[in-house]
């Protein structure tokens, strides 16, 4: 999920087979239905966070069952999936979470994608800690006060530091430069996967432990694990353009959708419908809550979904 700069989301079973937000280039797993001229087919890609998994899902079902169309899925990684993007491999991406160095470069420049248009969701990634601890220290949510609690989030892993749990590797983080920059003394620590961060975020909510975590909205954890947000310096316009210096909070992100350039003009209901999909945050959470929690499959999940909420997803089709 950017930032995601960021990603970013799911059941363990769900989410087992999809990658994190990242650098391998896995644009090989394209489908070949990919961009055919004359087909009725659509290839979209999806990422690693339960969130994208669910805008997938359900264009998928209604792509399928309300337009007529052959729906392929690809797992590619958030900044590859720009690439996959302008070369056809996938036609449309649903959820952005803001790469302006691949939109000058593909939208602006090639013109070999195109804008497909809000979301719906806003974005935002930030640093949170339980609610209860919260509660418990309320001085503890501004980041001048990290230190002085520092000893509170120490683990095996993280030494003689707190920790500051991550999800995947593979996402954009500002965190490592935030802890350098802000003179924190924690340690950035990865529990493998949004998956595994999960896991390790409810389990010290049940024993009732203190975690500082970086985490993100929209996401359906908020519902079973209140969170506040710790307050980092205040997010300005560049105030994160030079990634080693950053010491600003994440922004708020309206999350984008991108088709690629020639699926845009010839993807006919295809990308008409895609165009005018947009829903809201309590949309994409309730579809996720089935997926991630109640490990509903996507699809039986999109199909809840779509079925009561005809008046929503009617706007959207062309």
């Not at 958030?78 to 491999?89: C, F, I, K, N, Y």
């Not at 359906?220 to 210096?245: I, N, Q, R, S």
């Not at 579809?287 to 999940?301: C, F, G, N, R, Y």
Request: charged share 25%; with cysteine; proline share 6%.
């Amino acid at each position: 999920m950017r930032v995601r700069k960021t990603a970013v989301i799911a059941a363990a079973s769900s989410l087992a087979l999809l990658t994190g937000c990242g650098a391998a280039d896995m644009t090989k797993q394209a489908s070949p239905f990919a961009n055919a001229q004359g087909a009725k087919t659509v290839t979209l890609s999806v990422q690693s966070w339960v969130g994208a998994q669910s805008n997938v899902a359900v264009a998928q079902y209604l792509l399928e069952h309300e337009l007529g169309y052959r729906v392929d899925t690809v797992q590619v990684d958030e900044v590859p999936a720009w690439d996959a993007l302008s070369q056809g491999r996938v036609d449309a991406l649903l959820e952005d979470w803001g790469h302006p160095e691949q939109e000058q470069r593909y939208v602006k420049d090639k013109k070999t994608i195109a804008p497909g248009g809000g979301l719906g969701v806003t974005g935002h990634i930030g640093w949170f800690v339980p609610t209860y601890l919260a509660k418990q220290h309320p001085d503890i949510t501004n980041w001048k006060n990290l230190n002085k609690y520092a000893d509170l989030f120490r683990t095996p892993e993280s030494g003689d530091k707190g920790q500051l749990m991550d999800g995947s590797p593979s996402y954009v983080t500002n965190d490592k430069a935030l802890v350098k920059n802000l003179k924190l003394d924690y340690q950035v620590v990865f529990a493998g996967s949004e998956a595994a961060q999960i896991t390790q975020m409810r389990q010290f909510a049940k024993e009732k432990k203190p975690f500082l975590t970086y985490w993100y909205s929209p996401q359906w954890l908020f519902k079973k694990v209140p969170m506040t947000e710790v307050k980092l310096p205040p997010y300005k316009e560049g105030c994160d353009a030079d990634p080693d210096k950053v010491a600003c909070a994440y922004p708020h992100t309206p999350l984008q959708k991108y088709l690629n350039a020639d699926f845009a003009k010839k993807g006919g209901k295809a990308a008409a419908f895609l165009k005018k999909f947009k829903w809201t945050t309590e949309d994409q959470n309730e579809v996720s809550l089935m997926i991630a929690d109640q490990k509903m499959t996507p699809e039986d999940a999109a199909k809840k979904w779509v079925d009561s909420h005809k008046s929503t997803w009617k706007k959207w089709l062309p």
